[in-house]
């Protein structure tokens, strides 16, 4: 079975600072991860996947994360936040390679001027 | 834009009616996936098409159905409607499958059931 634990349901973070959003998944198998960006009244918005290869990958945006295979951790993080990464953002793992997707609950991230 | 379109963007049911909602994928796809979104909460897998045939399903209902056109366009059809199926509902298209194709995702169906 595959599942994500997002550990925050809600994020502020100051406009230039870094930004953190965690993530924990469990597969029982090596597992394909994603994260989505939800932005009020738009369409779901993939900003970086991983699927095997890099361990760190770079996304849009400024956006990057790593996946850990000890901690079971896809953490994604952003050097500089900028007041247009307000959204939601959702950690996603893929059943199979056919793009079925299980998402976490989401993080909601907030940037204070 | 994402090219993946669906129709109604607004719909309002009674408990107990039917109803049909539409995705037309992106230009190409063959895949089809529908997921639910409650308020406040991440999207849940329903099923997916693919090539016509359904090729997966979470753990929804009979009352949960689908079907897939020749040209790729999807319907999600949800019988004896309850209070809980308010939601958005979300398709997203994308080619084949395998781990280098993208899913693109359409912007909802907000479904209301009073």
């Known amino acids: 079975a595959q599942s994500v634990t997002q550990l925050d349901s809600h994020v502020s973070v100051s406009e230039g600072t870094p930004v953190l959003l965690r993530c924990n998944y469990s597969s029982s198998y090596s597992p394909s991860l994603f994260w989505y960006v939800q932005h009020p009244n738009k369409g779901l918005q993939l900003l970086l996947k991983?699927?095997?290869?890099?361990?760190l990958v770079k996304g849009i945006n400024g956006f990057e994360a790593e996946f850990k295979k000890s901690e079971t951790s896809f953490h994604l993080t952003k050097p500089s936040a900028h007041m247009s990464d307000a959204a939601e953002y959702f950690c996603v793992v893929s059943r199979n390679t056919g793009n079925q997707f299980y998402f976490g609950t989401g993080t909601s991230l907030t940037v204070i001027p | 834009e994402t090219g993946v379109t669906q129709s109604p963007t607004h719909l309002i049911k009674t408990r107990g009616q039917q109803v049909t909602l539409r995705c037309s994928s992106q230009s190409g796809h063959n895949t089809v996936s529908w997921y639910q979104q409650a308020l406040g909460q991440g999207p849940q897998f329903i099923f997916q098409?693919?090539?016509?045939?359904?090729?997966g399903r979470g753990n929804f209902p009979p009352r949960f159905s689908g079907l897939q056109f020749p040209n790729y366009s999807s319907e999600l059809n949800v019988n004896a409607l309850e209070l809980d199926d308010s939601a958005l509902y979300l398709c997203?298209?994308?080619?084949?499958?395998?781990?280098?194709?993208?899913?693109?995702f359409g912007q909802g169906t907000r479904l209301t059931v009073v």
């Open positions: 098409y693919y090539r016509e045939e359904e090729n």
């Open positions: 997203a298209s994308s080619l084949a499958t395998g781990e280098n194709t993208e899913a693109f």
């Open positions: 991983y699927t095997s290869a890099a361990t």
